[in-house]
């Protein structure tokens, strides 16, 4: 599904990612762990192709495609869903045109009819349930003045809607109870198929209580320093990140 | 005065002397007596010019350079025009029809309308209706203060004539449909309109200006409007005119107390298009509230200027304007909002927010309060941004393609306007014109972008 190869990543001139490399099969969930400032977001941001993310070295391979060739907008069309840490607020953009909006675009870009309004809005109140998100924001601007919460599950809805083949969570599980993070797991598992990745990037084991990673991987100074089964989490859990730090600076 | 300035005086003076018409009743003292005044305003008043505050922004030279002629052959384009085309679907209202400034009687419908209204063309209203016009007629609209509005008054020819008597509430949406014919000559028009609500009497008006073609002429309305105790009105204005359209709407409110002014204004088209809002509370209680939309790409000009007068206390005032700018588009946004020194418990709000889509574009945005008063509650504001990177990337990382995720933002942003028009064909309507400028607008902004890199 994806292959990272030596991928070096420079923000602002400064070298973030420093040659990771990481495979994800079609049908896994990755769990990317790591430190603040390790580099996780920047690698959700380079794989949804935010502007700002400057590849100096290595390459993407999705779907046996350059990732990098392609325009943001393509890899959603190709099936690249990233749930962002801050989705962003879009006042007067209506959230249910918004999101019929997206999946008909997606549609359009794989040859498909478009859905009528009808049949999307079986949908939309179908997964809307799904991730207990009340209806009333479904009728207000995107994301704008929801909490932090309604803003995670809302980005859970989307991905819901547009099912992707590759779906990046970047710290969805920061800042939600434990009852919103059941919700969110929720959402995911309902996703997992054998056709289908996910990857978890998270700073914390609790979210993996819910969604039980295939494979787990470290993220430190800019490289995956250690990958491993589940457990690795657990051990991450109980030694700390800085048990991993000293282990890759030695 | 310098020599220029007296050829510019020379412009008005000639469209006075060609233009001047005789009306339905020429025996009306008072009304021959405001003509009179009116043209000798003309001779005496400042003509508009750069260096005057209320022009700064403003050049009026591109509408000296046109020869206007006076409409004399009034309806022999109208042949050509259906007039199903211009209407809004599943818009019941009672509904006046001008054509060039003229009423067209047979393309209006105001048959059976209800006990106590009064709606027709002002020509009529000479005839039907002299005693009402002489009372109000002037009132609130001084022709020996403003140039455009001596211009107006010197040219009356016909407009809008709206009475409610008191207690009573129109029950349909009164529309006033504006064409603009396209004709050879550079044509000028000069809508005069009266809207006088009495005590506790409720309607709604709609105004919309458009034209049938590209051609250039020159809108020069004037609108007073009346509100006694009590009284309630909401009106909206749609100008979507010709590229080469130039439009002057001068408005005088006179607020009585409680009365309640609702006003929506959008300027949607036209080469240069001016809105002045002169508002005067003129007892306590009253509230107006103004909001406003505004869109000019290459070549235009689209320019407002509110003045509100809180003269009396316990007044509320809300002005809320926005704007999308493109192209080499301009816009002038002139809103001041002054507070008498007795005028206390004042409430007024006056903000401005601009959207540049374009490096070129440009707007001179100034809102001013002038408060004499101490115990107010006042607020003013004025922004001037871009589209947001951060939501055109979310949206793309949704799938959404660039111009189709700015023209979702720029319509969010017209929304907050668009949505305070409660009248669902209007709302649509005006919904489909922002569509389609907007489409085109990003097209093209794409096609400059990838030319650019």
Known sequence: MLSIKNLHVNVDGKPILKGLNLEIGTGEVHAIMGPNGSGKSTLAYVLSGRDGYEVTDGQIIYEGEDLLELETEERAHKGVFLAMQYPVELPGVNNMIFLKESLNAIRRARGEDELDSVKFMQLIKEKAKMVKLDEKLLKRSVNAGFSGGEKKRNEILQMAMLEPKLALLDETDSGLDIDALRIVAEGVNALRSPERSVVLVTHYQRLLDYIQPDHVHVLAHGKIVRSGGKELAHELEEKGYSWIEEGAAA | ?453
């Open chain 2, 1 to 453: 005065m310098s020599a220029a300035n007296e050829q510019s005086r020379q412009w008005f003076e000639d469209l006075v002397k060609s233009g001047q018409v005789a009306l339905p009743s020429d025996k009306l003292d008072w009304l021959d007596a405001a003509r009179q005044q009116a043209h000798q305003a003309i001779n005496t008043l400042p003509v508009p010019y750069r260096k005057q505050e209320e022009w700064r922004y403003t050049s009026i030279d591109g509408l000296l350079r046109q020869d206007f002629q006076p409409v004399n052959e009034q309806f022999t384009a109208l042949h050509a025009v259906d007039l199903e085309d211009w209407l809004l679907p599943d818009m019941d209202s009672y509904r006046l029809v001008f054509a060039n400034g003229r009423c067209v009687p047979e393309m209006s419908d105001i048959e059976e309308l209800p006990e106590g209204v009064r709606i027709g063309s002002l020509r009529a209203a000479l005839t039907t209706d002299p005693d009402l016009l002489a009372t109000w007629f002037g009132q609130t609209a001084n022709h020996q203060q403003h140039m455009f509005t001596a211009l107006n008054t010197a040219l009356i020819n016909d407009g809008v004539f709206v009475h409610v008597a008191p207690g009573v509430k129109v029950d349909k949406p009164i529309e006033v449909l504006y064409l603009s014919l396209a004709l050879e000559d550079a044509v000028i028009a000069h809508p005069r309109n009266l809207v006088v609500m009495e005590n506790g009497s409720q309607a709604t008006l709609i105004e919309r200006f458009v034209s049938t073609g590209d051609s250039v002429y020159f809108n020069n309305v004037l609108n007073e409007i009346i509100l006694n105790e009590s009284a309630s009105l909401t009106h909206h204005r749609v100008q979507d005119e010709s590229p080469q359209a130039y439009h002057l709407s001068s408005l005088f409110l006179s607020q009585q107390k409680q009365s309640e002014y609702r006003g929506t204004a959008l300027a949607l088209g036209g080469a240069w298009a001016r809105t002045d809002y002169k508002a005067r509370f003129q007892d306590e209680e009253a509230v107006c509230t103004l909001n406003g939309l505004y869109l000019a790409g290459e070549k235009q000009l689209t320019d407002f200027h509110l003045d509100i007068d809180h003269a009396k206390p316990h007044c509320a005032s809300e002005e809320n304007f926005r704007g999308i700018l493109y192209g080499k588009g301009r816009a002038v946004f002139d809103g001041k909002i002054l507070v008498a020194k007795d005028a206390q418990k004042s409430d007024a709000h006056l903000h401005n927010a601009n959207l540049m889509l374009t490096r070129s574009a440009e707007v001179d945005t100034k809102p001013q309060l002038e408060i004499y008063a101490d115990d107010v509650k006042c607020s003013h504001g004025t922004t001037v941004g871009q589209l947001d990177p951060e939501q055109v990337y979310y949206m793309r990382s949704r799938g959404i393609e660039t111009p189709m995720a700015k023209k979702m933002l720029c319509l969010g942003f017209a929304d907050e306007i668009i949505d305070t028009i409660e009248i669902e064909p209007l709302r649509q309507h005006v919904h489909e014109r922002l569509h389609f400028t907007l489409d085109q607008v990003v097209t093209e902004q794409l096609q400059t972008d990838e030319v650019a890199q």
